[in-house]
């Protein structure tokens, strides 16, 4: 597993590189949808403050994945967005920060689940539940190799999340064979001592033969 120096530094991946693109496309700064806005709970920013912090300490090597993602698809067609970005009320729908640690090549992401977001009365939808750990598991092996797509992903739903509520979503990587990464992935109450979601995901690098996205 290769891990450039580059992501070392606190700021993002993703977005480093995006972000010298930018300017020339988009005349305004991208907002970048991982910094606090005034949606967050008071334990989503506890959280976030407490992996904040840690992201001062060169010996974790924790980063905060920002949010390049939503404004690379506009380059490539204009009216796209990122799903999980695509709502701009904040707190409406997915409110959520990542950050990867990379001694133990473990992301942690911290989630807020707004109203839009409901399946079972009062609770959240598991579609929306299976793309957090999507993007989750998505960004980690990405992170870990290069821009991957998910192959498999299986989830396993173990009790609800109610709406309005923070979660952690945890992934580690539990094999890496050639050009797949297998990780696995916990949806946990934010005190770890409530299992909400289990799941185990597939993701390789496209081959050069696939018919994925080109700018993958
Ligand atoms: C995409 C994103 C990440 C990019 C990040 C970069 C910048 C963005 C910045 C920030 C990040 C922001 C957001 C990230 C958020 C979300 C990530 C979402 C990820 C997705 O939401 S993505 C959409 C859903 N995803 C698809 O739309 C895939 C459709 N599919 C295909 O495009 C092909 O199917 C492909 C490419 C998967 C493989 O095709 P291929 O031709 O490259 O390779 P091949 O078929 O040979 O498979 C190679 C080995 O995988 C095994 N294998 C294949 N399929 C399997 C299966 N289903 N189960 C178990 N094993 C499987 C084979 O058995 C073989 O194994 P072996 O080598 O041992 O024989």
Redesign the pocket.
Known sequence: MKLSKKKKNKQTV?CFNVQHVLPKIFPRKPRDFSLPNSSWGKEMMELYNHYNRLTADQSVYLCC?SS??AY?SKIIQSKAR?F?RNIRDPGAAFEYVLFFRQDKLKCVCIFQAGHLLEGPPGHVHGGAIATMI??VT??HA?LLSA??????LNVNYRSPIPLGSTVLIESILDKE????MYISCRVTSTDGSKLHTEATG???Q??E????PSH?
């Open positions: 993703f994945v390049g993602g690379l990122l999980t999507d993007t998505g960004t990405s821009p991957v797509m998910t192959a498999n064979d050639g050009r797949k597939n993701c390789p496209p081959g033969s696939s018919e994925g993958l």
